[in-house]
Antibody, heavy 121, light 107 residues
């Protein structure tokens, strides 16, 4: 059974940094692309970033480009999101999401339960 | 960025009713359109991929069609457990984008 467990969400002040982690199990991690998707009550679902199986192809939403960095450690079956220069509008529930193939351009077939990031002074 | 729109934003129907949701992309996305179901307090779940393919384990009362810019998602006979919000999502171009969602309730 696929399991994705996010951690690292917290209450942080604007301008600060935060690192999210996702521990994956139940599948061959280095065969699949991984993504971060966030959700806010007001803006629905927003794809944040994705990374291919070997980190060779990476994409970001315009709203986070230059501030967030996605990475993965296939030896540790882990996905990360380094978030810097955080803004109030980054407040959301962040989901770790598994792709259905090794490249970015696939569906999202497994989702974690999310980790909450709140940016507020 | 490709903008995704959905209609209606919400609907209320009776058990057994046929329910249809439409999704429109701001540019041609071929068949690269997925549908997700999200129940309150839960993560989204993939129902349909590539516009018309049913994900393994998903009941056959769910179906999808369309290509290019116009897509349709149908529940042939609405069940109480189908109460949820449904989202379309394109993966033809980065950044991937979701529709705003359609909330489906039982009358």
């Amino acid at each position: 059974e696929v399991q994705l467990v996010e951690s690292g969400g917290d209450l942080v002040q604007p301008g600060r940094s935060l690192r999210l982690s996702c521990a994956a199990s139940g599948f061959t991690f280095d065969n699949y692309a991984m993504h971060w998707v966030r959700q806010t009550p007001g803006k629905g679902l927003e794809w944040v970033s994705g990374i291919s199986w070997n980190s060779g192809n990476i994409g970001y939403a315009d709203s986070v480009k230059g501030r967030f960095t996605i990475s993965r450690d296939n030896a540790k079956n882990s996905l990360y999101l380094q978030m810097s220069s955080l803004r109030a509008e980054d407040t959301a529930l962040y989901y770790c999401v598994k792709g259905t193939g090794p490249g970015l351009f696939n569906c999202f077939d497994s989702w974690g339960q999310g980790t909450l990031v709140t940016v507020s002074s | 960025d490709i903008q995704m729109t959905q209609s209606p934003s919400s609907l209320s129907a009776s058990v057994g009713d046929r329910v249809t949701i439409t999704c429109q992309a701001s540019q041609d996305i071929s068949k690269y359109l997925n549908w997700y179901q999200q129940k309150p307090g839960k993560a989204p779940k993939l129902l349909m991929y590539d516009a018309s393919n049913l994900e393994t384990g998903v009941p056959s009362r769910f179906s999808g069609s369309g290509s290019g810019t116009d897509f349709t998602f149908t529940i042939s006979s609405l069940q109480p457990e189908d109460t949820a919000t449904y989202y379309c999502q394109q993966y033809d171009n980065l950044p991937f984008t979701f529709g705003p969602g359609t909330k489906v309730e039982i009358k």
